[in-house]
C-alpha cells in the first residue's frame, strides 16, 4: 500500500518562502518518479513540478520556473518542493503524487495513481 504524507504548508506573505515535504511508503521509491500539483479554491487540479526517479530530470509548470526547485532524498523516502518569490496566485492546496509505472515520469494528472492529503499553501499580498 503506497502512502504519501504531505507536511509544510502554510501562511506566508508574498515574496516569502516555503519548502514542502512529501514523504512516501509501501514502496521502492527509488524506482519511481514523483510529482507536485496544486488546487486553488474554484480551479481544477494543475500540475506543478515533476522529478524523475534518481532526480536527474525535473520538469516545471512555465509559473513556477526560476521560483520552485523540485528535490528528492531518496535515502528518506521524501520529495520537496521549495517555493521562492511566492505570490497570492501560488495559494492552493499542494498535493504530491506518484505513479503506479516505475521508470516513468509524465505531467499529465492522469499518469498519477497515488495522492497525499494536500497541505494548504495561502500566500497573503
Known amino acids: 500500500q503506497v502512502q504519501l504524507v504531505e507536511s509544510g504548508g502554510g501562511l506566508v506573505q508574498a515574496g516569502g518562502s516555503l519548502r514542502v515535504s512529501c514523504a512516501a511508503s509501501?514502496?521502492?521509491?527509488?524506482?519511481?518518479?514523483m510529482g507536485w500539483f496544486r488546487q486553488a479554491p474554484g480551479k481544477e487540479r494543475e500540475f506543478v513540478a515533476a522529478?524523475?526517479?534518481?532526480?536527474?530530470?525535473?520538469y516545471y509548470t512555465d509559473s513556477v520556473k526560476g521560483r520552485f526547485t523540485i528535490s528528492r532524498d531518496n535515502a528518506k523516502n521524501t520529495v520537496y518542493l521549495q517555493m521562492n518569490s511566492l505570490k497570492p496566485e501560488d495559494t492552493a492546496v499542494y498535493y504530491c503524487?506518484?505513479?503506479?509505472?516505475?521508470?516513468?515520469?509524465?505531467?499529465?494528472?492522469?499518469?498519477?495513481?497515488?495522492w497525499g492529503q494536500g497541505t494548504q499553501v495561502t500566500v497573503s499580498s
Open positions: 503524487a506518484a505513479p503506479s509505472r516505475a521508470f516513468t515520469v509524465s505531467t499529465l494528472e492522469r499518469a498519477y495513481d497515488y
Open positions: 509501501g514502496r521502492t521509491f527509488s524506482s519511481y518518479s
Open positions: 522529478i524523475t526517479w534518481g532526480g536527474s530530470n525535473t
